[in-house]
């Protein structure tokens, strides 16, 4: 299958940069004005795409606003939809992170609102990316609604398992989330560990709060580094995404 347009941009920054950053909004956090504030900051700071989305959103108008928002304030870097239910899609995005939760105890978030999101998918003409989506440590918001069984820090082989399962059942993407706003990121053994495993671009989210812990994950193999909470938090969002950027690609260039 012929990569669409948004997925071969993602892996030619990769391929010429040697890693990126990705800026998440939640659209439940920040309204559409918010959101288009942060979008601009992040590109300003040198993200490379904007996801939005988030593991509780009861409305699928909050989503629409957004993106349209971020959209018409003439933000160039593509938005990226990071859907944790049906309610998170919308059709002013670029993309979609098609993704399946994979250590879910609940098939729902393995396949069926995958089915049923599908059609809405391909009638919208939205890019669908396949991406397998692997939860470890405390889990976060995101591990407690996909009734996962986050996987321990200290067994990194059982994370390179589902991993390596993502890249054979064809998934072009494998995603390794602490949660949002975790205590503890994902550590370096454990990235390491799956990125010798797999050849498909490795994502790494969850607790990532300063340039030092991102280029931690950058040298040991990810691809790409996603941070949201930090633009919630912080007062000085642009200053905070160009300090993990400028770390990212440094660290990238050493490695």
């Known amino acids: 299958m012929e990569l669409g347009k948004v997925e071969s941009y993602l892996r030619e920054k990769i391929r ?15 309204n559409p004005e918010e959101a288009l504030e942060i979008a601009r900051a992040a590109e300003r700071a040198g993200s490379s795409a904007i996801l939005l ?17 971020i ?21 002013y995005a670029d993309a979609i992170f098609f993704m399946s939760l994979l250590n879910s105890a609940n098939p729902y978030f393995l396949i069926d609102v995958q089915a ?15 991406l397998g989506y692997v939860i470890l440590g405390s889990g976060g918001a995101a591990g407690y609604v996909g009734y996962a ?3 321990p820090y200290r067994n990194p082989r059982i994370a390179l398992s589902y991993a390596l399962a993502a890249q054979y059942l064809g998934m072009r993407l494998v995603y390794l989330e602490a949660g949002s706003g975790a205590e503890e990121p994902i ?6 560990e799956v990125r010798k495993a797999v050849d498909i671009p490795l994502i790494v989210g969850g607790g990532i709060k300063n340039g030092k812990v991102a ?17 919630e938090e912080s007062s000085r969002v642009e200053a905070k995404i160009k300090e993990i950027v400028k770390a990212i690609r440094a660290s990238r260039r050493r490695s």
Do not use: W
Request: aromatic share 2%; charged share 20%; proline share 9%.
């Open 16 to 30: 010429s940069e040697g890693a990126i950053h990705l800026t998440l909004i939640d659209p439940e956090k920040a």
């Open 71 to 91: 959209k018409d304030g003439s933000v160039k870097i593509p938005i990226i939809l990071f859907p944790g239910n049906l309610t998170g899609i919308s059709k």
């Open 215 to 231: 280029a931690r994950a950058v040298k040991a193999g990810a691809d790409i580094i996603v941070t949201g909470t930090i633009v």
């Open 187 to 192: 550590p370096p053994n454990v990235i390491s």
């Open 149 to 151: 069984r986050p996987i």
């Open 53 to 69: 989305g988030g593991s509780t959103i009861a409305s699928q108008s909050d989503v629409d606003s957004s993106a349209k928002a």
């Open 116 to 130: 049923m999101a599908a059609p809405l998918i391909r009638r919208l003409r939205i890019e669908a990316i396949p």
